[in-house]
């Protein structure tokens, strides 16, 4: 869809600051497509090399984004009243000044560093993930927090904030540790007490349909014909699998995601499919080819980006209507196993809830303690006030006292997040960020567009996903996630929509 309100406004020093970006945005589009490759298909003794070639194309892309010519002609366009006129082009070269501040903050040799660690962490990581082995992963931990530190260091503090938020910034931008706690902690005291009514509710969901076998390549095929119909464009996008799934835009007209499999547990594999189509349709929507490189061609921040998976996971995949629709789907494609369920089956499966230990498999409800106790964590790491080594005895003391569960072995415990592994210090916080952000701008979209959610059940998902076009995707990084969700919503960021839309779920699913 094109932006309706494109520059108009340009200059000499305006075009060549473009075609710097748009080859630092290649170069980045390369080492995306590396790592993509790297999760999902490399065999495990090209790692070493790959390593090299992400360190590469990590120092190339820096020097791009920290040259002086950049840098000068940044200035000059900036002093240009009749470019900083065009709100568009003043919303991009904001935007491209605090990534040229921050990338010019970065040594090259630190950012190179981070990226080749990163790289090796992770083959370890997956090696001490399957062992159970925390003291095989424990240096490259300890390396993974040193080097964040020092990053942290080098970019500095904001304002009023501590070393922590320089690291949250990169995921969430102009967004603080304090502002985080602002919504975590009225979030944390209204979740508490319903966690532990659904704990002794008189009925509960069962997990019945969960439990059939059904065949791999028919959810394969499920999965698309779901991904389609809520909007994802194939032919600008694949659908792989990976341990984690994950999506990513890798350039205009190439958007990757992976979902996985198990021999039961169809809608594991369905929810994660949704979740990634949600990310998909966010970057099939941003106006990369207008804007190559450039920050309006670009996502807004990982909570903005989570709001967009979360949305169509949960408040479009575990509502009622999108089973009506998908119940007869599901009997007819995955077999004869499934066939004596009903809607309310499918829907009281999907939204179960009830503590795991594993983030990825949580519930709606339960999931934000997994996101805080990390969030809680990463500040203690930073700050110096806890030892990598002290790691799995505060994790497993903490999931004892938030979720009641004692911790069996590492793998279900400290080690299962690839994160830290990935050097991803100061990420966590955005994925209850942005389930907070889809729960508000849900209210908002149902209030927009009549009969929305009634759709699902006829299988109408477009009328969601236009709306999502027209007043996030399409804009790029026009707006930061503040500016957006005020704009969007009418409010700042709040804990209240969430507690809303799952109290209004949950109580009738519990009979509370
Ligand atoms: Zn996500």
Same mark, same amino acid.
């Given at each position: 869809m094109p932006t309706t309100e494109a520059p108009a406004a340009t200059s000499a020093a305006y075009a060549d600051l473009c075609a710097l970006l748009r080859e630092a945005g290649t170069i980045d589009s390369i080492a995306r497509l590396c790592s993509w490759d790297q999760e999902t298909d490399m065999p495990?003794?090209?790692?070493?090399?790959?390593?090299?070639?992400?360190?590469?194309?990590?120092?190339?892309?820096?020097?791009?984004?920290?040259?002086p010519r950049l840098g000068d002609l940044l200035a000059e366009c900036e002093a240009d009243a009749n470019l900083t006129a065009d709100a568009a082009v003043a919303a991009n070269l904001r935007e491209i000044r605090r990534d040229?501040?921050?990338?010019?903050?970065?040594?090259?040799?630190?950012?190179?560093?981070?990226? $080749?660690?990163?790289?090796?962490?992770?083959?370890? *990581?997956?090696?001490?993930?399957?062992?159970s082995d925390f003291a095989l992963f424990r240096p490259w931990l300890e390396k993974s927090f040193g080097l964040a530190r020092r990053k942290a260091e080098c970019l500095g503090a904001p304002a009023g904030g501590v070393l922590y938020d320089a690291l949250l910034d990169e995921y969430e931008p102009g967004v603080t540790s304090a502002d985080v706690e602002r919504v975590f902690g009225p979030l944390r005291e209204a979740l508490t007490p319903l966690i532990a009514e659904i704990a002794s509710a008189p009925t509960r969901p069962s997990r019945a349909p969960d439990e059939v076998k059904v065949d791999r390549a028919a959810q394969v095929e499920l999965n698309k014909h779901a991904a389609a119909a809520l909007g994802f464009d194939f032919s600008a996008g694949r659908l792989a699998v990976s341990t984690h799934p994950f999506s990513e835009g890798l350039a205009p007209g190439d958007t990757r995601m992976t979902t996985r499999y198990f021999d039961d547990r169809f809608t594991d594999s369905l929810a994660a499919t949704l979740h990634e189509t949600g990310h998909s349709l966010y970057e099939q929507g941003l106006p990369k080819a207008e804007f190559p490189g450039q920050p309006?061609?670009?996502?807004?921040?990982?909570?903005?980006? $989570?709001?967009?998976?979360?949305? *169509?996971?949960?408040?479009?995949?575990?509502?009622?209507p999108f089973w009506e629709w998908?119940?007869?789907?599901?009997?007819?494609?995955?077999?004869?196993?499934?066939?004596? /369920?009903?809607?309310?089956?499918?829907?009281?499966?999907?939204?179960?809830?009830?503590?795991?230990?594993?983030?990825?498999?949580?519930? $709606?409800?339960?999931? %934000?303690?997994?996101?805080?106790?990390? /969030?809680?964590?990463?500040?203690?790491?930073?700050?110096?006030d806890l030892a990598v080594a002290d790691v799995p005895g505060w994790w497993n003391a903490r999931i004892k006292a938030?979720?009641?569960?004692?911790?069996?072995?590492?793998?279900?415990?400290?080690?299962?997040?690839? %994160? *830290?592994?990935?050097?991803?210090?100061?990420? /966590?916080?955005?994925?209850?960020?942005?389930?907070?952000?889809?729960?508000?701008?849900?209210?908002?979209?149902?209030?927009?567009?009549?009969?929305?959610?009634?759709?699902?059940?006829?299988?109408?998902?477009?009328?969601?996903?236009? *709306?999502?076009? $027209? %007043?996030?995707?399409? %804009?790029?990084?026009?707006?930061?996630?503040?500016?957006?969700?005020?704009?969007?919503?009418?409010?700042?960021?709040?804990?209240?929509?969430?507690?809303?839309?799952?109290?209004?779920?949950?109580?009738?699913?519990?009979g509370l």
């Open positions: 495990p003794k090209a790692a070493a090399f790959r390593a090299e070639e992400l360190a590469l194309l990590s120092r190339l892309g820096h020097e791009r984004l920290t040259s040229y501040d921050k990338a010019t903050r970065l040594p090259a040799d630190l950012v190179a560093e981070i990226a $080749e660690t990163a790289s090796r962490a992770m083959e370890v *990581w997956k090696e001490a993930r399957s062992a309006l061609g670009r996502y807004i921040s990982l909570g903005v980006h $989570e709001s967009q998976s979360r949305l *169509w996971e949960n408040q479009v995949g575990r509502s009622r998908m119940a007869p789907i599901v009997k007819d494609r995955l077999g004869p196993g499934l066939a004596r /369920f009903g809607v309310d089956d499918f829907y009281g499966c999907v939204n179960v809830v009830e503590p795991t230990f594993i983030r990825v498999e949580a519930d $709606e409800a339960t999931y %934000h303690l997994h996101v805080m106790m990390r /969030f809680d964590l990463e500040r203690l790491l930073i700050a110096g938030d979720l009641g569960l004692s911790v069996p072995d590492d793998a279900r415990g400290c080690l299962q997040d690839i %994160h *830290w592994s990935m050097g991803a210090i100061g990420y /966590f916080a955005t994925y209850s960020l942005g389930s907070l952000l889809a729960a508000q701008m849900w209210e908002t979209a149902q209030r927009a567009i009549p009969g929305v959610e009634a759709g699902f059940a006829r299988g109408r998902f477009a009328p969601l996903l236009d *709306w999502l076009r $027209e %007043h996030i995707h399409r %804009h790029g990084r026009r707006f930061t996630s503040a500016q957006l969700t005020e704009r969007l919503t009418g409010a700042p960021l709040s804990h209240e929509p969430l507690m809303r839309y799952l109290e209004s779920k949950l109580r009738p699913l519990y």
